[in-house]
């Protein structure tokens, strides 16, 4: 499979330097594809490549339509006070209470 550099740059080996330039075609053993592949595509007519498997986003709504989320579970906030229904806070009995000074 042959690729094609869709954006030129310059790399550095133990040779020196070299420049890829825009339009330049590689065949697909090219080690440089192991290293720079973002910079290539695949070039049309050339023999088939096995698909990547890609991890993709699946939408839930269809157009023009919202998507409902969870409500979150979550206790009062700290600007709400406690209902009556909550009920006073039962004291902790493994706790000895504190003596009061006279």
Request: with cysteine; glycine share 8%.
């Amino acid at each position: 499979m042959k690729y094609r550099c869709n954006n030129g740059f310059i790399y550095y080996t133990a040779a020196g330097e070299k420049t890829i330039t825009g339009g330049m075609e590689v065949d697909g053993d090219d080690p440089i594809l192991q290293s720079h592949r973002a910079h290539f595509v695949a070039m049309a007519g050339s023999d088939p490549e096995p698909p990547v498997a890609v991890r993709t986003e699946v939408a839930t709504a269809a157009p023009d339509e919202m998507r409902a989320l969870p409500t979150p579970k979550r206790g009062p906030s700290r600007g709400r006070k406690a209902s009556p229904a909550d009920g006073p806070a039962e004291p902790d009995p493994a706790v000895e209470p504190a003596a009061k000074e006279s």
